[in-house]
């Protein structure tokens, strides 16, 4: 089948893309599923255009696979996801993104398919019924904007900081995840302690510790920009004085990238596992002398990039929840879950993997915790609009070795002046964040206030 033709404005934008960047036009305009029975929907739309306008729009593209029956033309959902596309004015290389995903996802609806017993399984799903249609109008526009933001963020990078992560704080009479289903925005503005920073590097993915003393440690993610590589820095809260340690010290380094340091205990050892998808493996380390001396204690699984590995035990089966990458995707879109007898043992896979495919939902964002209600919450963080931009909490409604569900309890954005929040962890009367926010390189006030 021939391949759709691009509309006149947006043959011309491509070859901009091309010419300016050096991408490739090279992948398929639209995915053709390996079955005739198969069939992909963009956003309801069986034409690819629906996938272009949504792009264009700067949207977030839903791509679902689903088998149409020859007869009755009905059609049953295999799969789907929500994409997330790391860089929205960039049409080529979300395309090539999309279409990835797309290709992903024909394999795995094909084979949810043959383990299934019939196509009539799977949950019915209703196609739109007229095609989508891209006007000359969205691909100038699109032009237009992405050629805007061009010329602004030449000057904006010698101004400002973007992405500059900081640590906040909180104490409360009672553990704030107790109120995970509030409504929660004017919640989250308030009562925010911001712990002192560097202008040289960022500060996030905090997890707190508490020792049996009552003492509170807290472990984070410290990225200095001259490297641009994190390690893992710890400081300690003092409860009799209620100050925190003033300078951070650095607990683990390696010559690859670490973030996101998930803490939990094991027969009275205390174990991290932080983020080493840089070097393709989740690593697990042991306190050898805790807060500041940690041993590599064994490798969980090599060959895997993973994202933001949190374990959880109901009492009886450990679980582990990871983000993975899949044929060049993003790591923000998807959550696999692993279960094993042991956090030291074989982990073996979900059949239903990964059990969320949504990149407002899918990568965690700390540990999860029980609420008053006694409902298992995963908090999530919402990578929509961009990486790391507000938080999701879901309740867990099943889980076992076969099945899965969740749902969404609440939605927190960030504190007002802040551009992202994606870690939120609470430990008795403390509860720790970190926010997005633009940090000022220069102020052509500074030196006319120190004349004066």
Not at 171 to 184: K, Y
Not at 245 to 254: F, K, M
Request: hydrophobic share 40%.
């Amino acid at each position: 089948m021939a391949q759709p033709a691009y509309p006149p404005v947006l043959q011309w934008w491509t070859r901009i893309e091309k010419r300016l960047y050096g991408e490739a036009d090279d992948a398929p305009r639209g995915g053709a599923p390996a079955r005739a029975s198969l069939v992909v929907l963009y956003d309801g739309h069986e034409n690819i255009e629906a996938l272009w306008k949504t792009l264009l729009q700067c949207r977030t593209p839903h791509i679902q696979i689903v088998w149409k029956s020859p007869e009755s033309g009905e059609m049953r959902l295999l799969a789907e996801s929500y994409v997330a596309i790391p860089e929205k004015l960039f049409f080529l290389k979300s395309l090539r993104t999309s279409l990835q995903r797309v290709a992903v996802l024909i394999e795995r609806a094909q084979r949810r398919l043959d383990a299934a017993a019939s196509p009539h399984a799977f949950p019915l799903v209703n196609a739109r019924a007229q095609p989508a249609q891209l006007s000359g109008l969205t691909s100038a526009w699109f032009a237009l904007r992405h050629l805007g933001r061009k010329v602004l963020n030449q000057p904006l990078k010698l101004l400002v900081q973007r992405g500059h992560w900081v640590l906040a704080y909180r104490r409360t009479d009672s553990p704030v995840e107790l109120r995970a289903d509030s409504s929660a925005d004017d919640d989250v503005s308030r009562n925010w302690v911001t712990l002192p920073g560097m202008p040289t590097q960022f500060h996030a993915d905090p997890f707190l510790w508490r020792g049996k003393n009552g003492d509170y440690h807290l472990f984070f993610e410290s990225l200095p920009y001259d490297t641009n590589r994190g390690v893992i820095s710890h400081i300690a809260f003092d409860p009799a004085t209620q100050k925190w340690q003033e300078t951070p010290r650095v607990v683990l380094d390696r010559n690859y990238h670490l973030s996101y340091p998930f803490l939990f205990e094991h027969d009275g050892e205390i174990f991290m596992i932080p983020e080493t998808c840089g070097n393709r493996t989740i690593e697990m380390y042991r306190a050898a002398a805790f807060p500041t001396e940690w041993e590599l204690h064994k490798v969980v699984m090599r060959d895997v990039v993973a994202a933001d590995t949190t374990l959880h035990y109901d009492g009886k089966t450990w679980w582990m929840f990871t983000s993975i990458t899949e044929e060049g995707g993003s790591n923000w879109d998807e959550l696999s879950i692993f279960h094993s007898d042991s956090p030291f043992g074989e982990w073996t896979a979900h059949p239903m993997n990964p059990v969320v495919s949504d990149c407002r939902l899918a990568r965690m964002a700390g540990n999860l915790f029980k609420d008053a209600q006694g409902r298992l919450i995963r908090p999530a963080q919402n990578c929509e609009r961009e990486y790391g931009a507000a938080l999701t909490f879901r309740e867990i409604t099943e889980l076992t070795t076969t099945t899965y569900a969740e749902q969404t309890l609440s939605v927190r954005n960030p504190p007002r002046g802040r551009q992202g929040l994606h870690t939120w962890n609470a430990v008795g009367g403390i509860t720790v964040i970190d926010m997005k926010t633009q940090l000022r390189k220069w102020n052509p006030w500074r030196g006319a206030m120190r004349r004066a």
